[in-house]
């Protein structure tokens, strides 16, 4: 997610950059001509997973998202490591392949990187990616009338936080796994091919958290449906133990006084909603007349695709 660093600089000095100075867009967009644009973004954290290879693909993926949310198809990345001198060399060798063999199965060329030492591993990518000019997707092309769409389930957080008490079923771990490491790639094709203009990916800041952003961009209301909102299968059991990451709390205190929540929405689906995400799916706004077609075409390339709300005219996000 791109942080734009506001006042440092003024976008009318840079008339290149597209995305990156004045929204919390997912990456940067920089012009390069009147056809093409450069996407360029970084994202790196520690391990959610016990598997090196596993931790190196979800990570590459999730380094990636930020290219394919923007409706941009990567094509370079570089490494970017923190690594403990203790860790053994067989299993910093199966992180950096499950992070290369991510990004050969997305097209994309890893050419070097860097490395530091630190207590904890860190590792994810800086990926670079081109766009057309006229059909990258942000977060402010929502319009009143359009149909949310979510391309993954939610859960993995809290699953996730299972694992690492020790806590979560064998099978629902490699059912997260298996969501971790699925690139966006297709369902960011889908929305370029259908001229969609709104898009983000759901990862730290939850499936709320980046909403929010959404709907502040672009000027609108969201309403989510909960009954509607799918979810890993083992998702709602941990969240009934209360095994949220911190990050779940952190996310309600930011993000819950611009919610509206219907009384009848209880305290562990609120908190399902502010669970964050690691290689989440993409939130599309979708207009409506483009719906069917789209969900038609998603099918047919074994694409998920869950509709879960509609933006409204107003501001701030409904859920009911």
């Given at each position: 997610m791109l942080r734009p660093l506001k006042g440092l600089f003024k976008p009318a000095d840079y008339p290149d950059l597209l995305v990156g100075l004045d929204s919390p867009d997912d990456a940067a967009i920089w012009q390069l001509d009147d056809q093409r644009a450069l996407v360029a973004t970084l994202d790196f954290f520690t391990p959610v997973v016990d598997d090196p290879y596993a931790y190196g693909a979800i990570a590459a993926a999730n380094s990636l998202s930020d290219v394919y949310a923007m409706g941009g198809k990567p094509f370079l990345a570089l490494n970017v490591a923190a690594l403990p001198p203790s860790l053994p060399e067989e299993m910093l060798g199966e992180i950096l392949r499950g992070g290369a063999e991510k990004a050969f199965e997305a097209g994309v060329v890893i050419a070097g990187g860097h490395t530091v030492q630190d207590k904890e591993p860190k590792y994810g990518l800086v990926a670079l990616g081109f766009v057309d000019r006229q059909r990258y997707?942000?977060?402010?092309?929502?319009?009143?009338?359009?149909?949310?769409?979510?391309?993954?389930?939610?859960?993995?957080?809290?699953?996730?936080?299972?694992?690492?008490?020790?806590?979560?079923?064998?099978?629902?771990?490699?059912?997260?796994?298996?969501?971790?490491?699925?690139?966006?790639?297709?369902?960011?094709?889908?929305?370029?091919?259908?001229?969609?203009?709104?898009?983000?990916?759901?990862?730290?800041?939850?499936?709320?958290?980046?909403?929010?952003?959404?709907?502040?961009?672009?000027?609108?209301?969201?309403?989510?449906?909960?009954?509607?909102?799918?979810?890993?299968?083992?998702?709602?059991?941990?969240?009934?133990?209360?095994?949220?990451?911190?990050?779940?709390?952190?996310?309600?205190?930011?993000?819950?006084?611009?919610?509206?929540?219907?009384?009848?929405?209880?305290?562990?689906?609120?908190?399902?909603?502010?669970?964050?995400?690691?290689?989440?799916?993409?939130?599309?706004?979708?207009?409506s007349p483009l719906l069917e077609n789209l969900l038609s075409r998603a099918g047919e390339l074994n694409q998920p695709m869950w509709v879960v709300g509609e933006a409204l005219a107003g501001e701030g996000i409904e859920v009911v």
């Open positions: 997707l942000t977060k402010g092309g929502v319009r009143a009338g359009d149909v949310l769409v979510l391309t993954k389930p939610l859960g993995f957080g809290v699953t996730t936080t299972a694992l690492k008490q020790e806590k979560a079923a064998p099978e629902d771990i490699q059912e997260v796994i298996g969501w971790m490491q699925r690139l966006n790639r297709d369902a960011s094709h889908l929305a370029v091919e259908f001229g969609l203009r709104a898009a983000t990916d759901i990862t730290g800041y939850s499936l709320l958290g980046h909403a929010c952003e959404m709907a502040a961009a672009s000027g609108v209301r969201l309403r989510f449906f909960t009954g509607k909102i799918p979810l890993v299968s083992g998702a709602l059991r941990y969240a009934e133990d209360w095994l949220f990451p911190g990050g779940a709390s952190d996310n309600r205190l930011f993000y819950e006084n611009f919610v509206s929540f219907s009384p009848s929405v209880d305290e562990i689906t609120r908190m399902l909603l502010f669970d964050p995400q690691t290689s989440g799916g993409l939130l599309l706004a979708v207009p």
